[in-house]
Every structure is written in structure tokens, then in C-alpha cells.
């Protein structure tokens, strides 16, 4: 059964603390995306790796930054939090035709 | 540029109701379709995708039609649920290593 897990379903973090949300696939896929959710603005790319160490920023990267030093993992990096970052973020993993998603990430950055 | 375009909401219906939610999307090649979906307080789940033209992707009552001379992916499902109320996205995905574009989603509410 293949799988994307992110590590946490709720944080709450205060303003200027640096974050981590971490994303893991056991499918062996190159190319790992994050997104976060706002509503009435849908999925936003953040950033997306297509291989290890590969890393492309996507249409809203800043304030966040990214690491992928092992193929299974991705993750998202908030450098300094801030209030308007609060979000839900979700992790996905495409291959071919298929897209596998996290269960999302409810981030509050109070 | 690469972009998917989907009809805005709230969309409220009776239930039994006909339901169509558009989609549109611009890309070069052929890119693959997908229509998720939201529920109240759970992640995306995939509803159903084409991946070339011509395609239906059908799934709990619901389908999709790629149609590629209209660049569409329009969203139907001739009797609606109470249990359908959620957020539905259409996306596309092109091959290669290119990220999977969403549409801004479109909230739907059936009432009984």
C-alpha cells in the first residue's frame, strides 16, 4: 500500500521560531511536492525536488526553504515563523499518472 | 503558462440535483487530469483522472470527459448527496518533472 506520511496532522508555533515539517514516501518516487491550502486560494506550489539534493522553487517559495538529502524524504522549512504562514500544508508525490498525498500538516503560528 | 481553471463557489444544491462543476486548463503536450476531492475535515482524496483525451474518468457517481478540443475536464453527477458536500479540485499533470497544478477549488453544499 503505498504511502506519503507527514509527521504531524497539528502544530501550533510561535512567531519567529523556525519550523520543520518533514514528509516521507515509501515508494521510491523522484519528485516530491509541497503545497500549502488557503481557502479560496486552493493548492499553492511551494517548492518541488525532483531527486535528491534537487530542489525548484515554485509559485510562492518565499519564507520557506526545503531539504532533500535522502530520496524519501522532503522537508519544507519555515526559516522564521510568522502569523500569515498559519496554513495547511500538504506533501505529494506524483509518478506517471498517479499523485500521492499526505494527510496535511495544520500549521499555527501564533 | 500551465494553469487550471475552475468554476468558483459555493455551489449549493437540493439533493437529486444535477451537479456540473467546469474545469479548464492550459498546458503544452498532454498533460493527465485529475478531479479530488475534500471532505469536511479529511486530506485529498483522488476522485477519478483521464489521461488522454478522449478518457472518462468515472468514480462514485461522478465523471469526467477530457475533452481536448475545449481544453476541458468539466465535472457531473446527475443525482447529488448530501454526503458530496466537500471542496473538489480539479489539477493536471504534465510528464516529466513538472508539478501538479491545481484549480482554486470549488466548495459544494447539498442540502437535503
Known amino acids: 500500500d503505498v504511502k506519503v506520511t507527514q509527521s504531524s496532522r497539528y502544530l501550533v508555533k510561535r512567531t519567529g521560531e523556525k519550523v520543520f515539517l518533514e514528509c516521507v514516501q515509501d515508494?521510491?518516487?523522484?519528485?516530491m511536492f509541497w503545497y500549502r491550502q488557503d481557502p479560496g486560494l486552493g493548492l499553492r506550489l511551494i517548492y518541488f525536488?525532483?531527486?535528491?539534493?534537487?530542489?525548484e522553487k515554485g509559485d510562492i517559495p518565499e519564507g520557506y526553504s526545503v531539504s532533500r538529502e535522502k530520496k524519501e524524504r522532503f522537508s519544507l522549512i519555515l526559516e522564521s515563523a510568522s502569523t500569515n504562514q498559519t496554513s495547511m500544508y500538504l506533501c505529494?508525490?506524483?509518478?506517471?499518472?498517479?499523485?500521492?498525498f499526505g494527510q496535511g500538516t495544520r500549521l499555527t503560528v501564533v | 503558462g500551465n494553469s487550471v481553471t475552475q468554476m468558483e463557489g459555493p455551489v449549493t444544491l437540493s439533493e437529486e440535483a444535477f451537479l456540473t462543476i467546469n474545469c479548464t486548463y492550459t498546458a503544452t503536450g498532454y498533460p493527465s487530469l485529475f478531479w479530488y476531492v475534500q471532505y469536511p475535515g479529511e486530506g485529498l482524496q483522488l476522485l477519478l483522472k483521464a489521461t488522454k483525451a478522449d478518457d472518462k474518468g468515472s468514480n462514485k457517481g461522478f465523471e469526467a470527459t477530457y475533452r481536448k478540443e475545449t481544453t476541458s475536464f468539466h465535472l457531473e453527477k446527475g443525482s447529488v448527496q448530501v454526503s458530496d458536500s466537500a471542496v473538489y479540485f480539479c489539477?493536471?499533470?504534465?510528464?516529466?518533472?513538472?508539478?501538479?497544478?491545481f484549480g482554486k477549488g470549488t466548495r459544494l453544499s447539498v442540502i437535503a
Open positions: 489539477a493536471r499533470l504534465n510528464s516529466g518533472n513538472t508539478p501538479l497544478v
Open positions: 505529494a508525490s506524483p509518478r506517471g499518472t498517479e499523485a500521492f
Open positions: 525536488s525532483y531527486d535528491v539534493k534537487m530542489k
Open positions: 515508494m521510491d518516487h523522484e519528485n
